[in-house]
């Protein structure tokens, strides 16, 4: 991916100063600066709850600022709603998209602004429109498909037409790689360089620090709140923006000593199963996993990997085929007897699965095991012991804020949330555990804890089985990598030289080698 | 100032805010009427502490509210809406009537085993809708408000079976034994000067603390709470979902039948044939509400709704009319379901204050 830089820098488009703004007591944003020039891709990067998001509600309308000043082309604004921001030409496209799903592609883009002929509205004026701006920038889309049969690569392209059609100059992308194959990806980092190549500029927020390099021009980190300082890409590497992100320097390596893997603990055998619309999604898959290793499994959303997963824990009955765990059948057992038979997971739905986010922390912890001693006697439960288990786990997994162990789950941020039920599902330490995007939306600091925590229960002997739609996370911590194509494993590779390329080929449904 | 910010934050605040609001406009009506609303809200007041004896005829008309508030506040906390305590309360004091002049026991044990079968009854009924739900996948909402109609029409029916209906005309049910009577011994009943004095509000006080320690301290709770709040993290986890419901609208159930017990072998003695649902049930959802779901709170609403009904009944003595009640309870419910707006408007009054 070669980067030109399309940026004008006598021309500054956007300029953020000094702003602050309050929640009650808590500041999120405190002095934040930003300068975005002409044709410039700027990323935002920070932790989670560093203020990002926002920061950029600020810039789009959404928060009015406690203090400080916004200029947009050298003129001071005060945004009062979002379409204030809009009509200057700020657009902003969302991490979740905002699209209607049985709406064609070409009615989500018209959305609210519809050319009308007399009282209807003229469609193909629309069409025509929406063609000659996906055209323009390089982003195929059929004006005439309904959004729920694209991909989401596609519904994002979508998305970034709304806003262009808007009339935005300046595009804000919250976390647009987020979901998308690394075919997906590059496609995308054509786009934003056609884009900025017209002149338009783009924010981009992200966690993920190659994509900055790959893309960005300059760079804005902030911390807790607070501007840390803007560099220009060019001029720093990968772990000095981790370093200034976090504050401290960042393992990106996961450590891995040498292991040969033992018996098989998971046998998958010509498993068949249908999703929710009944249809078949596995289709004859097979799969091991071993003590002593990580496998991931790569693949793009879709094909197979929750269904595969619910069957696996409990939560959805399969069609035929068989599971066993270290010999023992598990096929098409509740959740509790899995569990009881030796398989924790880490669901991909933390809020939907994994916690109860009304209930306290420490609740959490035992969530399978609130009526076995010492947390319950005779069926009341023992608060004491219940609590010394968070206080121990908490510390040892360093949940934050510290004395939060009485606090509803919900009140955590999103990586300790996670945290909670790494510490519960590790500590649970089952023969195998299933991890489902274990660190999605998590920042670096966040992730290398979760990455260490797998680590060590592959080096306790036990089985992992990652799945996850993060191609680096699967490639940096498999010892084996199983690829998934419409509901089958279509390829398998060692971990250690896999080829990122290669795995992409495959993932979209090409064959090794071909 | 920590302390000024708790007060601000609690429930039990806004819920007094919204009670004297409720007050107030119920005294805007009573103006438009053309009733003072110092004579009416006065003749309210002294109703219900003039006399010791009003004060037990207040206790009286709360107890089953307490059961019922209880029953709606159970079934709030483990996440279903039991709409159908009214149905409940009717199947629950048809039990225990018809028991009451069939079975020949002795005292005690003839009330408890009646008290025991209006628990029966209104958790089967309340079940009968679980089980819709749980195999079916029938909203509970829907059930229960078919199942209230269908306790009404059954009672009026067993009401005017021969067996059981008062001889000699009238539009009701023969008396109660005295052995299935929940009355306080004659005695205490005459120094007292009330003549229905019984243990029923002992019952709902302690079937109160009973629900709180199942839902606080017990490994049940938990159970009947994860599934209330997160049903998919609950089977994830491994509870039985299907189950816990079961379980919790039995309970809830078994708590409103409770009720109609109470007020058939504690207060009225007979059983009459309805002209229009009673509305214990649906009282007890006001309860609940006001006492912000908690069991304890329940005890203190239902003391509060029981004094007003009984108080209420007497305001047509000063010729207000004792709608005038029910004006004010739907006012208190309503504030209180805007008590968030109170919140923000307190918060930004001492933000601007500290400024």
């Given at each position: 991916m070669g980067k030109t830089s399309h940026m004008d820098e006598s021309q500054v488009v956007i300029q953020m100063k000094d702003i602050v703004k309050k929640f009650g007591d808590f500041t999120a944003n405190d002095h934040i600066n930003l300068t975005v020039h002409k044709g410039e891709v700027h990323a935002i990067l920070g932790e989670n709850g560093a203020g990002k998001s926002t920061m950029m509600n600020v810039l789009c309308g959404l928060y009015r600022p406690t203090s400080g000043q916004i200029f947009i082309n050298g003129k001071e604004v005060q945004f009062s709603s979002p379409k204030d921001a809009i009509d200057i030409g700020i657009g902003m496209v969302h991490q979740h998209f905002m699209l209607i799903q049985p709406f064609t592609v070409t009615e989500n883009i018209i959305l609210g602004m519809e050319p009308v002929k007399g009282l209807v509205v003229d469609k193909e004026t629309a069409k025509k429109k929406v063609l000659e701006l996906s055209e323009r920038y390089g982003m195929k889309v059929d004006p005439d498909a309904k959004i729920e049969d694209i991909s989401v690569g596609m519904q994002q392209r979508v998305e970034i037409l709304k806003v262009l059609y808007r009339g935005a100059d300046t595009l804000i992308l919250d976390e647009p790689t987020a979901s998308l194959t690394p075919q997906e990806i590059e496609g995308l980092m054509e786009i934003i360089e056609n884009l900025t190549a017209d002149g338009k500029s783009v924010i981009l927020i992200t966690h993920k620090l190659k994509e900055i390099t790959a893309s960005s021009d300059n760079c804005t980190i902030i911390r807790q709140g607070k501007y840390i300082r803007t560099v220009k890409v060019d001029e720093v590497n990968e772990n000095e923006l981790a370093a200034m992100m976090v504050g401290r320097d960042v393992n990106f390596r996961v450590e891995k000593k040498e292991m040969t893997p033992g018996e098989t603990v998971l046998e998958v055998k010509d498993l068949h199963a249908k999703d929710y619309r009944e249809v078949e999604i596995l289709r004859g898959l097979n799969l091991t996993v071993r003590r002593g290793e990580i496998v991931g499994l790569a693949g793009v959303d879709g094909n197979g990997q929750t269904e595969l997963v619910e069957v696996l824990t409990g939560l959805r009955r399969a069609e035929s085929g068989a599971v066993t765990l270290l010999g023992k059948d598990v096929f098409n057992r509740s959740p509790k007897e899995t569990f009881e038979s030796g398989i924790s997971s880490i669901p991909a739905d933390r809020q939907k699965h994994g916690l109860i986010l009304e209930f306290s922390n420490e609740d959490n912890l035992i969530l399978q095991h609130f009526e076995e001693e010492p947390y319950a006697t005779k069926g009341f439960l023992n608060r004491k012991a219940i609590r010394e288990h968070a206080l121990e786990l908490s510390e040892k997994f360093d949940i934050r804020p510290r004395g939060s162990e009485g606090a509803p789950a919900g009140t955590l941020s999103g990586g300790n949330q996670q945290k909670v039920i790494i510490a519960r599902e590790v500590t649970n330490d089952k023969e195998l555990l299933i991890a489902v995007n274990p660190t999605r939306g998590l920042d670096v600091g966040a992730i290398e804890f979760v990455h260490k925590y797998l680590v060590e229960q592959r080096n306790r002997n036990r089985a992992v089985l990652l799945v996850s739609f993060e191609l680096d996370e699967i490639m940096s911590l498999s010892d084996r990598i199983e690829v998934i194509f419409d509901g089958q494993i279509t390829g398998s590779v060692p971990g250690k030289d896999a080829d990122e390329k290669e795995l992409g080929f495959m993932m979209a449904g090409g064959k090794k080698n071909e | 100032m920590n302390k000024k910010k708790s007060i601000l934050e609690s429930n039990v605040f806004y819920t007094l805010i919204a009670i004297a609001a409720g007050f107030l406009i119920g005294a805007v009506f009573l103006v438009i009427a053309g009733i003072s609303p110092a004579a009416a809200y006065g003749k309210l007041l002294g109703s219900v502490f003039g006399k010791p004896k009003y004060l037990f005829w207040t206790l009286i008309y709360a107890s089953p509210l307490i059961f019922t508030g209880l029953s709606v506040a159970f079934s709030f906390r483990t996440g279903v809406f039991n709409i159908g305590a009214e149905g409940q309360f009717v199947v629950g004091s048809l039990a225990a009537c018809v028991l009451g002049i069939t079975l020949r026991l002795p005292p005690v044990l003839h009330a408890l085993v009646c008290v025991l079968a209006a628990a029966a009854a209104g958790a089967v009924w309340s079940l009968a809708v679980g089980i819709l739900k749980v195999k079916r996948g029938i909203h509970e909402v829907l059930s229960f408000i078919m199942f209230n109609w269908i306790a009404f029409y059954l009672s009026n029916y067993v009401v005017n079976l021969e067996a059981i209906h008062k001889e000699g005309g009238g539009e009701a049910t023969k008396d109660v034994l005295e052995s299935a009577r929940l009355l306080f011994p004659e005695g205490l009943r005459s120094a007292l000067d009330c003549?229905?004095?019984?243990w029923g509000i002992v019952l709902a006080v302690l079937a109160a603390v009973l629900i709180y320690i199942i839902i606080e301290k017990t490994t049940l709770g938990y159970k009947l709470k994860a599934v209330g709040f997160n049903s998919n993290g609950a089977l994830y986890a491994g509870i039985n979902a299907d189950g816990s419901v079961l379980t919790a609208l039995g309970i809830s159930g078994a708590l409103a039948g409770l009720g109609g017990a109470v007020q058939i072998?504690?207060?009225?003695g007979r059983l009459s044939q309805f002209a229009g649902q009673e509305g214990f049930g649906f009282e007890g959802i006001t309860v609940a509400l006001i006492g912000s779901s908690s069991p304890v709170g329940c005890i203190f609403s239902g003391l509060f709704y029981g004094a007003m009904k009984y108080g209420g009944s007497k305001l047509s003595i000063v010729k207000?009319?004792?709608e005038v009640v029910d004006i004010i309870m739907g006012c208190v419910i309503l504030f209180i379901a805007v008590s968030q707006v109170f919140r923000i408007l307190f918060a930004r009054f001492s933000k601007k204050k500290e400024a």
């Open positions: - | 003549n229905a004095a019984n072998l504690g207060m009225s207000a009319p004792s």
